[in-house]
């Protein structure tokens, strides 16, 4: 395989101007340079980007689609040019550190034609990744990499192929497990989602709870996964797992009532299209270390 064409595409709400520059910034010193990059105010004007060289294609939305929706409006536009092989997409608080990042995202995609997902380790500026940062259940190594079941949305990498195959984002969801989705879907269409830890997103540490909306949709976004993408014979199963893990980590009741209120809703309305995954799929994950119902 050829050499594949980066495009770059970064959503903001506006209100970290500063980090988008330092982020355009690191971009422009990459040693490989992508053929476009895309900037989405989400619900917000964009002001210029000098700090960038290139030229950004900035698009301005009149309403906030969320995270999943906004980074669908800039694959579109990707899309659109037809000079974009591999999409990366960041988030506008991250900071990329090493300047070879972007090479060896395209050595990657080169070497392995059937690599649809490749996802980037997330530390603070103190080197710590967070347990929640690695995709994995035995997550106390962040620098051990290898094939996957899930990935992280704050810095990846997608081929446009397997997204013209699978699909794009999950818009609906808003906020939460879009990823979760999109890994799925992967899978079961027989692509390949690698965690590369050399892949360095300097990221502040924060907690997803930060979003009032968070108990809410995780709960609503978790019922929508299931009745989306799973065998009927494991929806229960993987409901009941996570129902039993929130009831464990949660210390507000407030956040419960909130998940309460989310759960019942993820049944009360549409999740969009049911295609489960097949059951090769489920051993496949099963066999990669994280079966569909953790």
């Known amino acids: 395989m050829s050499e594949p064409r980066l495009g770059v595409a970064i959503v903001t709400m506006g209100n970290r101007p ?7 910034a690191a971009v422009a010193k990459q040693d490989v340079a992508p053929t476009r990059l895309v900037v989405v105010g989400n619900g917000t004007p964009l002001p210029e980007f000098p700090t960038y060289p290139g030229e950004v294609t900035a698009i301005e939305l009149d309403e906030n689609l969320g995270c999943p929706g906004g980074r669908n409006v800039a694959l579109s536009r990707l899309r659109e040019f037809g000079d974009v092989d591999v999409a990366i997409e960041l988030d506008d608080d991250g900071l ?3 300047p ?7 050595r990657l995609f080169t070497e392995d034609a059937r690599l649809g ?18 995709p994995r259940l035995r997550a106390k190594d962040p620098m051990r990499g290898g094939p996957v079941t899930s990935f992280l949305g704050g810095a990846h990498a997608f081929s ?7 699909g794009d984002w999950p818009a609906d969801f808003f906020f939460t497990h879009e990823e979760t989705d999109l890994a799925w879907r992967a899978l079961d269409a027989g692509w390949k989602v690698l965690y590369e830890p050399s892949l360095l997103l300097q990221h502040p540490k924060t907690s997803p709870a930060r979003h009032a909306v968070y108990h809410r949709m995780t709960a609503r976004n978790r019922v929508w996964i299931a009745r989306r993408r799973l065998p009927l014979p ?6 009941t797992v996570w129902t039993l893990l929130t009831l464990a980590r949660t210390r507000s009741l407030g956040g419960l009532r909130a998940w ?16 489960p995954m097949r059951w090769a ?3 496949r994950m099963t066999r990669l270390g994280r079966p569909p119902l953790i």
């Open 260 to 275: 309460a209120g989310g759960f019942v809703e993820g049944f009360r309305t549409s999740g969009g299209e049911r295609r």
């Open 100 to 106: 070879d990042a972007f090479r060896t995202v395209q």
């Open 281 to 283: 799929t489920v051993w």
């Open 117 to 134: 997902i490749v996802g980037f380790r997330i530390a603070d500026e103190h080197g710590e990744t967070q347990r929640r940062h690695v």
């Open 160 to 166: 446009m192929d397997m997204l013209a195959q699978t």
């Open 18 to 24: 500063k980090d988008v520059d330092a982020l355009l």
């Open 234 to 239: 494991l929806i229960p199963l993987y409901l």
């Open 96 to 98: 990329l550190v090493d």
